[in-house]
Structure formats: C-alpha cells, structure tokens
C-alpha cells in the first residue's frame, strides 16, 4: 500500500509550464506503475499520463502528447509531470495514481488502485 499526496499546481498564464510532483510514502514505490489523471468541473476524470515501475516505458493523452512529461525517481519516491505550453484547457485537478496491474497504460482510472488528494492546476488566458 502507498499514499499519495500531490504538489505543485497554481495559476499559470497560457504558454506557461508548470511541474508537478506526487512523493509517495511506503518502502515499495518501485513496484508500481504511476499514472497521472485530471479531473474538469463537471467533467469525468481522464486519462493524462503513465509511467512504468522502472521508468522505461511512457504513455500520454494524445491531448497532452509533445507537452507533457512525465517521469520518475524511484530514490525519491516521486513521480512528476513536467508540463509545458499550458492551455487553458488543461485546467483541472491533477491527481496522480498507483497500480501494481499490468493495465496502468490503458487511460482507465478504474485500472489504479491507489489515489492522491489532487492538486488544482489553472490556466488562464
């Protein structure tokens, strides 16, 4: 079992970037796949992005791809979400996830097992 707790979100001006970081408590972070999901009002929970246990191996939203990055250190127990050229679409809550399944790069919330606070992410134009 892990927790999860989310950083890093704000108010960012449209073509602005921000990092994300999610620090996971427990000795067995690297066993799990991370993902990162964000959530609009009034809108469901989509899929961001997702990392492997070893970091290798990448998936993205074809909404966020070629903006977003997202990446682990396993030392650290943190995954994070480097993102840049903001749309205002991209305002949401972020909330990253844990799996130890094989299915962690399917973009189905219901895949994770293991859920963070969320941190709100907002940007303007």
């Known amino acids: 079992q892990v927790q999860l707790v989310e950083s890093g979100g704000g108010l960012v001006q449209a073509g602005g970037s921000l990092r994300l970081s999610c620090a996971a408590s427990g000795r067995t972070f690297s066993s799990y796949a991370m993902g990162w999901f964000r959530q609009a009002p009034g809108k469901e929970r989509e899929f961001v992005a997702a990392i492997n246990y070893r970091g290798g191996s990448t998936y993205y939203a074809d909404s966020v791809k070629g903006r977003f990055t997202i990446s682990r250190d396993n030392a650290k127990n943190t995954v994070y979400l480097q993102m840049n050229s903001l749309k205002p679409e991209d305002t949401a809550v972020y909330y990253c996830?844990?799996?130890?399944?094989?299915?962690?790069?399917?973009?189905?919330?219901?895949?994770?097992?293991?859920w963070g606070q969320g941190t709100q992410v907002t940007v303007s134009s």
């Open positions: 996830a844990a799996t130890r399944g094989p299915q962690y790069y399917s973009g189905s919330a219901s895949s994770y097992d293991y």
